[in-house]
């Protein structure tokens, strides 16, 4: 059983920093791309970062781009999101998600039905 497990949300004020950490187990991942997708209310989920755990490849959407940092310790199967100059417009519930399916057939890191396995979420407050 493969098992996503978030951490690291929280209450802060903008410009403030969080980092979040997504422990993955339950199986070999290293063909995978680990990623973070958020859901704002009343907002479909949209993804956010994204790293590969071979050639450890980076995505990032327009909007955290600059401020986000995707990363992984390999040892730990953990993948981590260090958020900086948080904005009001990042809160959210932050989803860590795996896919087997992107390398496998050339699918999009920005869709969401290309990911087979997502956590319980965390969530992010970010107050003016």
């Known amino acids: 059983q493969v098992d996503l497990v978030e951490s690291g949300g929280g209450s802060v004020q903008a410009g403030d920093s969080l980092r979040l950490s997504c422990a993955a187990s339950?199986?070999?991942?290293?063909?995978?791309?680990m990623a973070w997708f958020r859901q704002a209310p009343g907002k479909e989920r949209a993804f956010v970062a994204g790293v590969n755990w071979g050639p450890g490849r980076r995505k990032y959407a327009d909007s955290v781009n600059g401020r986000f940092t995707i990363s992984r310790d390999d040892a730990k199967n953990t993948v981590f999101l260090q958020m900086n100059s948080l904005e009001p417009e990042d809160t959210a519930g932050y989803y860590c998600a795996a896919s087997s399916l992107i390398y496998r057939y050339g699918r999009s890191w920005y869709d969401e039905t290309n990911y087979d396995y997502w956590g319980q979420g965390t969530q992010v407050i970010v107050s003016s």
């Open positions: 339950g199986r070999y991942f290293g063909n995978y791309v």
